[in-house]
């Protein structure tokens, strides 16, 4: 336990180390914790942008959804619209072509009983003059009475 | 172990004793009783103390610096976990304690911290394995903890009062650390009074950390031998001798166990209390 020159020697000794550790052991073990921590930062810094994109994404999404089933009620109350409206216009066009129809109907029907008449009346006025014939119990010149059969047959 | 013939009070001597050896007339000569290594005057050199310390130093660097040398900012793994677990450790103890800005502090503390720890370490060696190895190497003494030298403490504390001298005089200029030497806390005319006052501060601080290390190691040390001395002093199967002998193991664990918080404490206290030297060499007023 005396104190001797191993004073000296422990004091260089310690400079010398302390040197060493100042020169090559702190500085890079400092430098790569802080770049550790720097990335760290980094991530962190990313992942709180990510998390504000996607709150961002899911709101823009939301608003797209939103916007898009608007525009589907829109397109199906369009599509209803023009539906009904094509069925009004059917039943327009219908209507028109039944009327159509029906006039042409109607027409034919009222040639049908004007011939029918005629033949009805020609027919009719042969009966007469046969009848009347018969009543004369002679022949009556047809082309003589004519006239008066035309009388006759418009009569009736 | 104790061997016949050896008393008590030799055995510890023997444990006390450092290996100093000295040049004598072109010879070099190692003491092999305390009386003859204090014959050899300052001249001399504690072989094992400069020795175990060398390695010790050596150790840490190596281990430090091969780390530093591939360390790399991606995960950490094995030892450079464990060294930046060290270093963030010392970062913090220097950010806590010392406000200004070196690149030297830290670096300092972390070589304190380290350098102190593992040569407190060797203290958990059992006292007698190294004399296995020594004594057949014909070396006499050998003490494996340099902490109990007070050479290696006191060594350790003049590196630092010269720091500590250098950044007050480079912060304060030399007629800053002068004043503060004898213009506080009485002002001029208490001159002897301030330089008597602030004189024992500034010499206390390499006292108190070179004493308070020494002094803790050492009466660890000493509590290591005494512990050894009770198997140390079998004689027979007695009842004695075994309850002895079975206390000597109980309370050598107990003590190990209680020393490696003693270890890291004193390289803690040695480390931290240097920061705060050099923090107040580092300020106007203290």
């Known amino acids: ?156 | 172990m104790s061997t016949e013939g050896l008393t008590t009070s030799a055995y510890i001597k023997h444990h006390l004793q450092n290996l100093t050896c000295s040049i004598q007339e072109g010879h070099f000569h190692c003491a092999h009783t305390a009386e003859e290594a204090k014959a050899m005057g300052f001249w001399a050199f504690n072989v094992d103390t400069l020795l175990v310390s060398l390695l010790l130093g050596l150790v840490f660097l190596f281990l430090f610096n091969r780390v530093a040398k591939h360390i790399s900012a991606d995960v950490p793994s094995g030892m450079q976990n464990f060294v930046e677990w060290v270093v963030e450790f010392i970062d913090s103890s220097v950010r806590g304690s010392f406000t200004g800005r070196s690149a030297l502090v830290a670096p300092l503390a972390l070589s304190i911290f380290a350098w102190i720890f593992l040569m407190n370490l060797m203290d958990l060696v059992p006292i007698d394995y190294i004399s296995l190895i020594t004594q057949p190497m014909g070396i006499g003494h050998f003490k494996l903890v340099p902490t109990t030298d007070p050479n290696a403490t006191i060594g350790m504390a003049i590196g630092v009062f010269l720091l500590v001298l250098f950044y007050s005089i480079k912060v304060k200029g030399l007629g800053g650390f002068v004043g503060e030497l004898t213009l506080q806390p009485f002002g001029k005319f208490g001159l002897p009074v301030n330089l008597f006052l602030e004189g024992v501060n500034l010499i206390a601080k390499p006292v108190s950390l070179a004493l308070r290390l020494f002094g803790n190691m050492y009466a660890g040390e000493m509590i290591f031998i005494l512990i050894a001395l009770m198997g140390a002093s079998w004689v027979s199967f007695s009842f004695a001798s075994t309850l002895l002998f079975s206390s000597q193991i109980i309370l050598s664990l107990g003590w190990a166990i209680f020393h490696i918080l003693i270890v890291t404490l004193q390289a803690f206290i040695f480390m931290t209390l240097t920061i705060v030297y050099l923090d107040m060499a580092h300020q106007e007023h203290h």
Not at chain 1, 27 to 39: C, E, F, G, V, Y
Not at chain 1, 56 to 62: E, F, G, P, Y
Not at chain 1, 122 to 129: D, F, G, K
């Open chain 1, 1 to 156: 336990m005396n104190i001797n020159a191993t004073l000296i020697g422990q004091t260089i000794m310690f400079a010398l180390f302390v040197w060493f550790c100042m020169k090559f052991v702190w500085p890079p073990i400092m430098a790569a914790l802080d770049a550790r921590n720097k990335r760290i930062a980094d991530g962190l810094a990313a992942a709180e942008r990510g998390k504000n994109d996607l709150a961002l994404a899911a709101k823009r999404s939301a608003e797209l959804l939103r916007e898009a089933k608007e525009k589907v009620s829109e397109i199906i109350a369009l599509g209803d619209k023009r539906a009904s409206e094509i069925v009004e216009e059917a039943k327009a066009q219908a209507k028109i072509e039944s009327d159509r129809i029906i006039t042409a109907a109607k027409a034919e029907v009222e040639q049908e009983v004007f011939r029918a008449k005629e033949q009805l009346r020609t027919q009719v006025s042969a009966i007469a003059l046969a009848g009347a014939g018969k009543i004369l119990g002679r022949e009556i010149d047809a082309k003589a009475h004519n006239d008066l059969l035309d009388k006759l047959v418009a009569e009736i």
